[in-house]
């Protein structure tokens, strides 16, 4: 069964920064893209950023571009997003996701909140 | 950008309707379509990706259809698992781009 936890959400200042992590079972991490979506609070969902099975290419929406960095590590089939420089409109539940057949598997979500 | 647009963006409908969901995008995507049905404090599901194409899993209810610009997502008779939110998103090119939703509602 494949399994997607994130972990590393929380309340954090403008400015700040914060490093999510997502926990992967259930399927060979190292053969899939992978990516983070976000929702912020009663709106839609934003696509943020996609990394390739090695890692050697990486995308990300223009608003993360700069700030967020997505990486993974195969050896311990975890993918990260290092966010730096948080803005208040970067509050949102941020879903780590398998980008299979279009994004076919989703986690539960953390919650960031950017505030003073 | 490719900007997605749902129409409508609330829905209600009864137990048995057909459901007709269409999403538009502002440029040709060819078939890189996908959608998502998400219910309140739940991640989205994947239902049809590549169109038409029906996810694992997910009842023959569910159906999509279109190519370029124009796609549909129909529901042959709504049931009552079926009330959510749903999204269409575009996966090609970058960066992707998800619709704003059609809220399906209890008539």
């Known amino acids: 069964e494949v399994q997607l936890v994130e972990s590393g959400g929380g309340l954090v200042q403008p400015g700040g920064s914060l490093r999510l992590s997502c926990a992967a079972s259930g399927f060979t991490f190292s053969s899939y893209w992978m990516t983070w979506v976000r929702q912020a609070p009663g709106k839609g969902l934003e696509w943020v950023a996609n990394?390739?099975?090695?890692?050697?290419?990486?995308y990300y929406v223009d608003s993360a571009k700069g700030r967020f960095t997505i990486s993974k590590d195969n050896a311990k089939n975890s993918l990260f997003l290092q966010m730096n420089n948080l803005r208040p409109e970067d509050t949102a539940v941020y879903y780590c996701a398998r980008a299979g057949a279009a994004i076919d598997y989703w986690g539960q979500g953390t919650l960031v909140t950017v505030s003073s | 950008d490719i900007q997605m647009t749902q129409s409508p963006s609330t829905l209600s409908a009864s137990v048995g309707d057909r459901v007709t969901i269409t999403c538009r995008a502002s440029q040709s995507i060819s078939g890189w379509l996908a959608w998502y049905q998400q219910k309140p404090g739940k991640a989205p599901k994947l239902l049809i990706y590549k169109a038409s194409s029906l996810q694992s899993g997910v009842p023959s209810r569910f159906s999509g259809s279109g190519s370029g610009t124009e796609f549909t997502l129909t529901i042959s008779s709504l049931q009552p698992d079926d009330f959510a939110t749903y999204y269409c998103?575009?996966?090609?090119?970058?960066?992707?781009?998800f619709g704003q939703g059609t809220k399906v509602e209890i008539k």
């Open positions: 990394i390739k099975q090695d890692g050697s290419e990486k």
């Open positions: 998103q575009q996966y090609n090119p970058y960066p992707w781009t």
